[in-house]
């Protein structure tokens, strides 16, 4: 079966920091698309980060300079690195992997079930 399990969300407040993981089982991470999206309430789910065989393709300016996607190939799993986190980061956090990068998270064909970052002022 092949699916991603996410970890790693929680609360915090402003200026701090969270690490998101998402691990790949059945399926290998490196030689996939793989990315970070994020749905804010009453917003559209977005995609901000970006890896396309190990290598960064994609960071949003939003998270530019404070946020940082890697992957661990002995542990097969996705980082998220969120620094000086906002109010405004607040969201569900999802990690999605294809064959190849996609428009939209439902076009992936592995997608995490999400986990909470809370951004307290």
């Known amino acids: 079966q092949v699916h991603l399990v996410e970890s790693g969300g929680g609360s915090v407040q402003a200026g701090g920091s969270l690490t998101l993981s998402c691990t790949g089982l059945?399926?290998?991470?490196?030689?996939?698309?793989v990315e970070w999206f994020r749905q804010a309430p009453g917003r559209e789910r977005e995609g901000f980060a970006k890896?396309?065989?190990?290598?960064?393709?994609y960071i949003a300016d939003s998270v530019k300079g404070r946020f940082t996607i890697s992957l661990d190939n002995t542990k097969n799993t996705l980082y998220l690195q969120m620094n000086d986190l906002k109010p405004e980061d607040t969201a569900m956090y999802y990690c999605?992997?294809?064959?190849?990068?996609?428009?939209?998270?439902?076009?992936?064909?592995?997608r995490g079930q999400g986990t909470q970052v809370t951004v307290s002022s």
């Open positions: 059945g399926l290998t991470l490196s030689n996939r698309c």
């Open positions: 999605a992997a294809d064959w190849r990068c996609r428009q939209q998270f439902s076009e992936y064909n592995s």
């Open positions: 890896m396309l065989t190990g290598r960064t393709i």
